[in-house]
């Protein structure tokens, strides 16, 4: 379980203040998968780096009972200057992981060859996102966060990430942005709708996209 508990999120802008969640208070419940729906700019990947905690809340708090992933795809927390090998190294021991079993996985997942052994600063914006999905897939989490990244690589590759998912579906669980409505009805089993700082809940996910629609007009 993923609990908010009156989470304020803004931004300062020029214009004044960009508010992403306002005193928003939620559980995304284990066993359940979510999709996150909303405009351009209503914040869905800024809330995806809080679930992750790679960004932090300006007030309130998020708490979490099972190990949940870096939003995929994800590629900040890689060093530049180590090479593929050493940074899925590094992640899988941070993890608990065996590195050798890590580095196996990934290799063959993100089919980026020789690259594996060059300076991560050398990555193009392909390989990059392909080492970090393949990592991403190589630790054991119970909750996937994905942000639109099955649409990363070729049609071959995104066909890998979908089985990969598929796999994962059995034991964890997803909350997932996506602009693709097929893709959150595919994945998901309930939606929110972002909107003016507020989460919107919905057991449909039709009822969800319909306020999406309703938004994006």
Not at 35 to 50: C, D, E, V
Not at 57 to 67: F, K, Q, Y
Not at 185 to 214: P, Q, T, W
Request: glycine share 10%; with cysteine; aromatic share 10%.
């Amino acid at each position: 379980m993923i609990a908010l508990s009156n989470v304020f999120k803004y931004f300062r802008t020029k214009g004044g203040s960009k508010i992403i969640l306002d005193h928003v208070s939620m559980e995304f419940k284990s066993g359940i998968s979510y999709g996150i729906l909303g405009i351009n700019g209503a914040g869905k990947s800024t809330t995806m780096r809080m679930l992750a905690g790679t960004e932090l809340p300006n007030a309130g708090a998020i708490h979490r009972t099972v190990r949940v992933s870096w939003p995929l795809g994800f590629s900040g927390g890689l060093h530049p200057a180590m090479t593929g090998r050493e940074n899925v190294q590094f992640v899988a021991r941070i993890y608990g992981q065996n590195p050798a079993r890590a580095v196996e996985f990934v290799e063959d997942f993100a089919e980026i060859g020789a690259y594996m052994d060059e300076p991560y600063h050398k990555y193009s914006s392909g390989m990059s996102q392909r080492l970090a999905f393949g990592l991403s897939m190589a630790i054991d989490f119970e909750c996937y966060l994905i942000d639109e990244v099955t649409a990363v690589g070729d049609a071959r590759f995104q066909m890998r990430c979908h089985e990969e998912f598929s796999k994962r579906r059995g034991h964890a669980d997803i909350i997932m942005i996506s602009h693709s409505m097929e893709t959150i009805r595919n994945y998901c089993s309930r939606a929110i709708v972002l909107a003016h700082g507020v989460m919107h809940e919905f057991n449909d996910i039709d009822d969800a996209i319909e306020l999406y629609n309703k938004l994006n007009r």
